[in-house]
């Protein structure tokens, strides 16, 4: 009867030890596949292997067709005020309805658009264009070229749709280029203006968020008005 006992006891030991081992390796297995799923939280795997791995505004937004924005209008009767340059003698008025902004200290002159919720960083109406600055090959040809080109310098353009010259009210010589993007739009208006006897310096508007009929009427009213230097008495 002993010996059958002292036979038992060792498979007991074996066993209980089997048992002991088996619970630590199910426990790291799934300690382990719990750190994984927290590693991959977010993700959706679905049928086919294919992954999801959650919404991506910037392929959202390459899928989806680009949107026309919200446009700034102001009623017939409603008054129009002057805004003067900072830093260069130009002007032009606008809706007494439209915030713009100025940026003290911008040697560029900039003048943004204050509406929505568009940063007004990111919805500049005005800004002075140095020519040396971007390419001074453009210094010595006709403004034109600087205009046809000037998509060059900014990665979200691939190339020019159209450019109009024309003529405002006050004389004011410019250009209305149309630029094609990666969405194969052309979405805004960009306006130069060529400044008498000056070659390194252009006006450039955007419209941005106005309304065509808005814009139109305010490039319309852009002047450059030097001062002329008092004589010494």
Not at 94 to 119: E, H, K, M, Q, R
Not at 172 to 177: C, D, L, T, V
Not at 184 to 201: H, Q
């Amino acid at each position: 009867m002993d010996k059958e006992q002292d036979v038992d006891q060792p498979n007991f030991t074996k066993l209980a030890i089997a048992t002991f081992l088996g619970v630590v390796i199910l426990g790291a297995a799934v300690y382990i596949a719990y750190r994984y799923s927290q590693k991959q939280a977010g993700n959706v795997v679905l049928p086919g292997g294919v992954t999801y791995l959650g919404p991506s505004p910037t392929a959202a937004a390459a899928k989806q067709p680009p949107t026309a924005p919200l446009r700034f209008t102001a009623a017939a009767n409603v008054s129009w005020t002057t805004q003067s340059g900072k830093v260069y003698p130009f002007s032009f008025s606008y809706p007494s309805t439209l915030s713009l902004v100025v940026f003290p200290g911008d040697l560029s002159d900039s003048i943004a658009i204050a509406w929505g919720n568009i940063p007004p960083q990111q919805n500049i109406l005005f800004n002075m264009e140095f020519i040396d600055q971007r390419d001074e090959s453009f210094l010595n040809q006709p403004k034109i070229e600087f205009v046809r080109n000037w998509y060059k310098f900014f990665s979200g353009l691939k190339g020019v749709e159209s450019v109009q010259p024309f003529t405002n009210t006050n004389g004011m010589k410019g250009y209305k280029a149309s630029y094609i993007n990666y969405a194969n739009t052309s979405p805004n208006v960009d306006v130069f203006f060529e400044i008498p006897g000056n070659s390194d310096l252009m006006l450039h508007m955007a419209n941005g968020i106005l309304d065509p009929t808005i814009f139109n009427r305010i490039i319309d009213t852009v002047k450059w008005t030097p001062t002329t230097p008092k004589a010494n008495k």
